[in-house]
């Protein structure tokens, strides 16, 4: 199984303020440990939505608003992708976590299999390049690129009723993100299941809270992800825009809602006298250059 973590923003990460070298060389370990695990599949931290928008498409009409964004309580500031044989041994390992607070969530994907055979599927089609593309090396680094964002689909009732797409949509959407990979643009994303299969996790100085889903806000809970590399924000948003559409026609509503984030890179964070060899930045590095499913 995979699971989505997300990671709660706090006031601090939507001000912009980096982790000290001692909270960055805990999170190394840590992040180091669970590679050792095979549990690790990617990791990353996003920058502040102030550096974001969000991009709708309600009854034909694209919208686009930059942040930042009010609802810092649910923002996203980072994000782990991991496989566990089950829910409950993700939540042994994050209990694990480093964290003095905040909150994370954790959200099964789907696979494959979670979706039913249409009598219209052809050979070759969606569910043949989804098997693909899910059994290829997971590469997450920009390559040549200069930046990285994470794209969020946020949920609707749809979602979080666990409504499946039908056949015309996941065809339309396979194409669309089959462009996207060619171009070089689309490194990575998928589907989260509703938040009634997820939980979330309290952290207050060693105390772990454990909560179960479903969750009540859902406009602003995420129902998918995709991690772009591109040469510019504008780029990332035209993508986004295009995405949008493709995913307000597999939706019932016909409207979709989008996040765009700036993932940071390690040139974002100021090299400390501190800094040792083999620390968290080259354990960073190790799992940027990419990691095997």
């Given at each position: 199984m995979r699971f989505m973590v997300l990671v709660k923003s706090s006031p601090e990460s939507e001000a912009g303020i980096l982790p000290d070298e001692q909270v960055l060389s805990e999170m190394g370990a840590f992040n180091d440990e669970l590679l050792k695990a095979g549990v690790m599949l990617a990791g990353e931290g996003l920058q502040a939505s102030s550096k974001g928008s969000r991009v709708n498409y309600v009854k034909g009409k694209l919208t686009v608003i930059d942040g930042p964004f009010a609802e810092a309580k649910e923002l996203v500031a980072g994000f782990w992708l991991l496989q566990a044989k089950s829910k409950d041994e993700v939540v042994a390992w994050l209990k694990k976590a480093p964290f003095r607070d905040g909150e994370v969530e954790v959200r099964p994907l789907f696979e494959v299999e979670d979706f039913p055979v249409d009598q219209a599927e052809v050979p070759g089609g969606w569910r043949d390049k989804e098997v693909a593309a899910k059994t290829a090396p997971l590469q997450t680094s920009r390559g040549k690129k200069k930046m990285r964002f994470m794209g969020f689909v946020l949920a609707d009732k749809d979602t979080e009723a666990g409504v499946m797409p039908e056949e015309k949509g996941l065809a339309a959407m396979g194409s669309f993100i089959e462009e996207a990979t060619k171009s070089g643009v689309f490194l990575a994303g998928e589907g989260l299941k509703p938040s009634s299969e997820g939980v979330r996790i309290r952290y207050q100085g060693t105390t772990r809270t454990v909560v179960d889903g479903p969750f009540a806000e859902s406009k602003e809970l995420v129902a998918g992800y995709s991690i772009?590399?591109?040469?510019?924000?504008?780029?990332?948003?035209?993508?986004?825009?295009?995405?949008?559409?493709?995913?307000?026609?597999?939706?019932?509503?016909?409207?979709?809602?989008?996040?765009?984030?700036?993932?940071?890179e390690l040139e974002d964070f100021p090299v400390s006298p501190t800094e040792k060899a083999g620390g968290w930045r080259d354990q960073e590095q190790k799992l940027r250059d990419g990691v095997s499913r």
């Open positions: 772009l590399a591109v040469d510019s924000k504008e780029e990332a948003l035209e993508w986004t825009k295009r995405f949008a559409q493709v995913d307000a026609g597999v939706r019932p509503s016909g409207e979709a809602r989008c996040e765009l984030r700036q993932i940071f």
